[in-house]
């Protein structure tokens, strides 16, 4: 379970990541409208996210905010994932 909730999550981060670095890259473009990630909670665990447009709100230092949370979210799930594996790892030593 904890893997599923992991990867979602690493998931999730890449798609705040992407959309960040798309709004900052088209920032200047005339006629580009901003997005932003959408996450909710699944009722098994995890997340899910969608892209929407982001309206009116928002700023370059904004996404350059969202850039840095998603790559420390991402690096925290890595760091799950690892931890999960590692106890299971010592479990099945143990078992054997």
Excluded: C, W
């Amino acid at each position: 379970m904890i893997e599923n909730i992991a990867l979602s999550g690493i998931e999730a981060g890449l798609t705040r990541l992407s959309v960040a670095a798309n709004n900052i890259a088209n920032a200047s473009t005339p006629g580009f409208e901003r997005q932003s990630v959408i996450q909710s909670a699944q009722p098994d665990g995890g997340t899910q996210t969608r892209v929407a447009s982001a309206g009116d709100g928002g700023s370059l230092l904004h996404d350059q905010v969202n850039q840095l949370t998603a790559s420390y979210a991402i690096q925290a799930s890595v760091l799950s994932l690892k931890v999960a594996h590692d106890t299971l790892g010592t479990l099945l030593d143990q078992r054997a």
